[in-house]
């Protein structure tokens, strides 16, 4: 259902997905997707504050969307999550 509110332009900009797709001949689907499936596994617990790196401070805008873009569709179910970040090194996948 997430992935039928989130068009593919929207995820196209995500610095991440420019990084990766970059670094691999033929990227996959699975790519393309996996910033829906990190808004899920916050959502799926209804979550408000979700510890990030600023390197994840995108997905947390992309889970913002998503939920917002649910609760219009289908009625209030998620709430707004914020970002709790600190001094953290950046992890390199």
Request: with cysteine.
């Amino acid at each position: 259902i997430l992935s039928c509110l989130c068009t593919v332009p929207r995820i196209q900009k995500l610095a991440q997905w420019k990084e990766k797709k970059e670094s691999v001949k033929d990227p996959s689907v699975g790519l393309l997707t996996y910033p829906i499936l990190q808004a899920a596994d916050i959502m799926l617990y209804k979550s408000t504050l979700v510890p990030v790196g600023e390197d994840q401070v995108q997905h947390i805008e992309i889970t913002r969307d998503l939920s917002r873009a649910f609760n219009r569709t289908y009625g209030p179910v998620f709430p707004n999550c914020d970002m709790i970040s600190g001094e953290v090194p950046k992890i390199r996948s």
